[in-house]
């Protein structure tokens, strides 16, 4: 009998991905304050409070594609493993 696996679960987004600065606009945009509030509160540009939502963005993506990519790997020599030992007997 083959053994039940958890579905995929991405995990949240690890202290060390974002920086302090990252965290502290994240808060800032979940206040609700406008681009041009946060920019002046941090003294940045619009631009650049939008350019570094970029970033955090790309972060906290590739951390969800890495766990996806390491569950599908597993799942895959799971499978292989599992076909050969099936084969074998």
Known sequence: ???????????????EL???EDRL?????A??????QIGHELGISETTVGDRLL?????????????QLSYVGRETKDSVLGN?????S
Request: no cysteine; proline share 9%; hydrophobic share 55%.
């Open 55 to 67: 970033i955090i963005f790309r972060k906290l993506a590739m951390a969800g594609l890495l766990d």
């Open 84 to 88: 050969a030992v099936a084969d074998a």
């Open 25 to 29: 606009l994240i808060d800032m945009i």
């Open 18 to 20: 974002l920086s302090d």
């Open 31 to 36: 206040r609700g304050l406008p681009d041009h």
């Open 1 to 15: 009998m083959r053994a039940l696996r958890p579905r995929f679960q991405p995990r949240a987004a690890e202290p």
